[in-house]
């Protein structure tokens, strides 16, 4: 007899989706975290009355009928969170050094939009637009994923854009819709939400990112950590059993059961196991090798995650007011080139500006909901490292004992993020009332993730679809994957893992 009829391995946005839905059904979960508090990038911290969401930002397709939508009314959580909806006039400011865009809500608006900029590139820009339109349409396939060689075949014959851009980066798709270089830019500034450039990123990753927030772009009224709490508020009115600071290091099968054992000696059974760790993790830290079959083994072999980013989270009492900032966000660029505006980050000296960073405010897009002190704001600013990263020689080093030399690197790159966003936000500086630092070692050791990757496993071509665990198995019966090695990174794709994933569990603990 098991202890639990499925253990669910770490609380990100595909964990506690698998183990609601699970919950749902009857079905007894236990949810281990090795954190000391559940949802991985969902959680929040506060210091000194400022408080920070870590990977939320905003989400899309939560207008009715929208696929988010149908997630939480699935959950049965649409009620225990409300959104605020940005600003649909533009919600997302690409500044570049010669023009700003802003995304809008509605496609159709947004090409509008576009060709107001680019009056003389009409064709361009409807055949993007007929391509987005050609990729939902794949995507919406009434028969469904093909199930076999003859569904493979018949699926592309209806579907060929699959042919000409599924394997193909997304800057090769731009190339053969237009060469004019500020379109282009124009077309490639939401490939940041890839954690990739343009020439290295998935082409239909970046098209269904860019499609994402065509309905409109949206922020949890309390923040990440309101969201996070639906889910576990949902979880204990389903009797999960919910453990965190139980880091788990072994998942072994003992004959039809999976043994689950943590760090502190800790042993549970169960029948089936979803993993919400890093797939590189799962098969080469965790799972027992003499489960992982010989396929199984090369695939893993050959993954590689994503590249870290670099976070300034502050506390200010500056009036944001009067700044440039309001609740949408700005992606700035120093080139028109976006290639070359990452390119630079890894080529950067220590004292250059950021040619590349993201820049919100969740007390601008959430005022009531005291993200900060009366009368001050909660900011961060966001960028990007490659693997190569200058803070690698400390990988491995536990959070806040890595020595003089890692907090005066940190400091020094951190003081340069807040100055390189000061041409938007003009003495920011001199109001820091509170700022914290993080680099990639600090989500591999707070959030656990592979290397400090930011969205899971890298979302390059050969790692779109069947080059990463789509459809959350990976040949070990009764264990499943869920998270941003599946579908893809982000909140929405974790949680539709979570929901696919618990389907499966289903089927398999009824056969």
């Not at 880091?247 to 000696?265: D, L, M």
């Not at 590249?307 to 009036?319: C, P, Q, R």
């Not at 807040?418 to 003009?426: D, F, G, I, M, N």
């Not at 700022?435 to 050969?462: C, H, I, K, M």
Request: hydrophobic fraction near 40%; glycine fraction near 10%; aromatic fraction near 12%.
């Amino acid at each position: 007899m098991t202890d639990y009829d499925a253990i669910v391995v770490g609380s990100g946005a595909g964990g506690l989706g698998a183990a609601l839905r699970m919950s749902q059904q009857r079905v007894s979960v236990l949810l281990l975290e090795a954190a000391p508090s559940f949802g991985g990038y969902l959680n929040a911290f506060t210091r000194k009355g400022y408080s920070f969401d870590t990977g939320l930002h905003y989400l899309g397709k939560l207008a009715p009928g929208g696929s988010f939508r149908m997630l939480l009314e699935l959950l049965e959580i649409d009620k225990e969170v409300s959104f605020i909806e940005l600003n649909p006039d533009g919600f997302d400011r690409f500044c570049f050094p010669d023009f700003e865009l802003r995304l809008c809500k509605g496609k159709a608006q947004y090409q509008e939009r576009l060709l107001g900029l680019f009056p003389n590139e009409s064709k361009p820009i409807k055949k993007f637009f007929h391509t987005i339109d050609q990729l939902l349409k794949a995507l919406s396939d009434p028969k469904g994923p093909p199930k076999n060689i003859l569904d493979k075949i018949g699926y592309v014959l209806r579907h060929p854009v699959l042919v000409r851009y599924f394997r193909s980066t997304y800057q090769k798709m731009i190339n053969g819709i237009t060469r004019n270089p500020l379109l282009q830019a124009a077309l490639s500034a939401h490939c940041g939400n890839s954690g990739l450039p343009p020439s290295m990123a998935s082409a239909f990753l970046c098209l269904m990112l860019l499609d994402h927030y065509f309905d409109g772009a949206y922020y949890p009224k309390g923040g990440s950590a309101a969201f996070r709490d639906a889910f576990l508020s949902g979880l204990r009115g389903h009797k999960a059993v919910l453990k965190a600071g139980a880091p788990v290091t072994r998942i072994e099968r003992r004959g039809a059961e999976f043994c689950v054992s943590t760090k502190s000696g800790d042993q549970y059974t169960a029948r089936a196991v979803v993993s919400n760790a890093d797939p590189i993790i799962t098969f080469r830290q965790l799972v027992d090798p003499a489960l992982i079959p010989k396929p199984l083994a090369k695939k893993v072999a050959r993954l590689r995650p994503s590249a870290g980013a670099f976070y300034a989270f502050i506390g200010t009492s500056l009036d944001l007011a009067a700044t440039q900032l309001s609740d949408a966000n700005i992606i700035h660029f120093d080139y028109m080139d976006v290639n070359r505006c990452f390119e630079t980050l890894q080529e950067r000296d220590e004292t250059d500006p950021f040619s590349y960073y993201f820049l919100t405010s969740p007390s601008l897009k959430d005022p009531q909901s005291l993200h900060a002190p009366q009368g001050h704001h909660t900011l961060q600013i966001i960028t990007g490292f490659g693997h190569n990263h200058p803070f690698v020689p400390w990988t491995g080093t536990r959070s806040r004992q890595r020595g003089e030399a890692y907090d005066h690197l940190k400091n020094r790159l951190g003081v340069q993020l807040v100055r390189s966003a000061e041409r938007y936000l003009p003495g920011l500086s001199d109001h820091l009332e509170y700022v914290e630092f993080a680099t990639p070692l600090s989500s591999e050791y707070w959030v656990n993730s592979f290397q400090g990757a930011n969205f899971g496993l890298e979302q390059t071509p050969d790692q779109f679809g069947a080059g990463r665990f789509y459809d959350c198995t990976a040949g070990i019966e009764g264990l499943f994957l869920v998270g941003s090695g599946t579908i893809s990174g982000g909140v929405l794709s974790c949680m539709a893992s979570g929901v696919w994933a618990a389907s499966q569990v289903l089927d398999f603990l009824n056969t």
